[in-house]
């Protein structure tokens, strides 16, 4: 662990965080959702740290999202209580999420088959608990979730009616959305969304099903939602640092990027036109996100030690300790005179995928470049 109070004088690579966007990206959406007067539930997967947490609910804990039961286990002991794991429970999830609810814990799963509520009624008895769950909603053909229209829906939840399981409500996630890239089809994607999942609710409900939860979420929906009657919360995780694909779909500006991979120069190949950094997809992760973008941004963009971008600069290849920095092709611009010992910082093109290759943070607060924290992240499963 280090203890440097500058970037210049971290060791390579580390993962920085700027506080100053963090705080900004979070009270964007967080005036957003007030605006709607519905709950914003965070997705604690991008972060998967208390100290962001604590960042988004300055009050106290509040109700948040998460992907593992590692991090429930995690956000538990630091005192939120109130959360959602949105994946789909299996036999073991489900045990664990039982017993975090003996504890306690008001979590809910979810699931979309009869199997799933006749798992999660077993897990429940052995753990002496109610358990509570919601019925996943296929919106766009992303990835789990009955349609709307699927008989299936309700025979969901009579099973889980029988099987002594809670309907919490219904949840979607409108993954699609990341695909797009102009505001119209954004805007119609939230709607579609939104509409779905409420028409699922009401289906329900209309066979005599409680149904009080109407969750939706995804940063790109949650930004360009333009109503969200019927819709009781929203989950999204991303726009807490946001990203080079969030950047290409249109939801932020490359000075919104909270996150980024500090490096340092360890070699050129001149006549390539290559510089040669120790950040490689150890440290960046594989993610090629903006790939199928209109602009593919390689592996990252190339700022200075400000966060200031190097025009057309970036990671075009990337090994596993190596990275390679060259200018965009097509461009006019000219490589910049890095020597070795320069320090850069690479903006990610996936947040979330970056993040989990790191173990900690290196917080700082604007462009000055001070480190005033060290903040620890949750990892595993």
């Not at 306690?104 to 799933?116: E, H, R, S, Y």
């Amino acid at each position: 662990m280090s203890h440097a109070s500058h970037l210049a004088d971290l060791p390579t690579p580390a993962l920085i965080l700027d506080t100053e966007r963090l705080d900004r990206n979070l009270d964007r959406l967080a005036r957003r959702m007030d605006g709607f007067g519905i709950t914003l539930r965070p997705h604690m997967k991008t972060a998967k740290s208390i100290d962001v947490a604590r960042r988004a609910f300055r009050n106290g804990p509040g109700p948040i999202t998460v992907s593992t039961l590692a991090e429930a286990d995690y956000f538990a002991a630091h005192g939120f209580v109130d959360m959602t794991y949105a994946v789909g429970i299996a036999p073991h999830t489900a045990a664990r999420a039982a017993r975090l609810r003996r504890d306690g814990v008001d979590i809910k799963v979810l699931l979309d088959t009869v199997a799933q509520a006749q798992i999660l009624g077993k897990a429940g008895r052995a753990a002496g608990v109610s358990p509570s769950a919601f019925i996943e909603i296929d919106c766009d053909g992303h990835r789990g979730g009955l349609r709307v229209d699927d008989p299936k829906l309700l025979d969901v939840a009579s099973a889980m009616k029988v099987a002594g399981v809670t309907l919490a409500g219904v949840l979607t996630h409108a993954g699609e959305s990341y695909a797009l890239d102009t505001p119209q089809a954004l805007e119609a994607a939230a709607e579609n969304e939104r509409a779905v999942a409420v028409d699922a609710a009401t289906r329900l409900r209309a066979a005599g099903h409680d149904c009080p939860i109407v969750s939706v979420g995804s940063t790109p929906t949650a930004h360009f939602a333009q109503a969200l009657d019927g819709v009781t919360e929203m989950r999204a995780g991303v726009y807490m640092f946001f990203d080079l694909v969030m950047h290409g779909v249109g939801v932020c500006s490359t000075s919104d990027l909270a996150l980024s991979v500090l490096a340092t120069v360890i070699g050129a190949k001149p006549e390539k036109g290559w510089i040669m950094i120790d950040a490689g997809w150890m440290a960046l992760s594989r993610d090629r996100g903006t790939a199928a973008q209109r602009v593919d941004q390689g592996y990252g963009l190339v700022c200075d030690l400000q966060g200031r971008l190097y025009p057309d600069l970036v990671v075009v290849g990337a090994s596993q300790e190596h990275g390679t920095l060259a200018i965009r092709s097509g461009s006019n611009a000219t490589l910049p005179d890095l020597p070795v010992g320069a320090r850069v910082r690479i903006l990610p093109n996936h947040a979330c995928a970056t993040g989990s290759q790191h173990e900690r943070y290196h917080v700082v607060a604007g462009p000055d470049g001070s480190v005033t924290a060290e903040w620890p992240r949750i990892r595993g499963w």
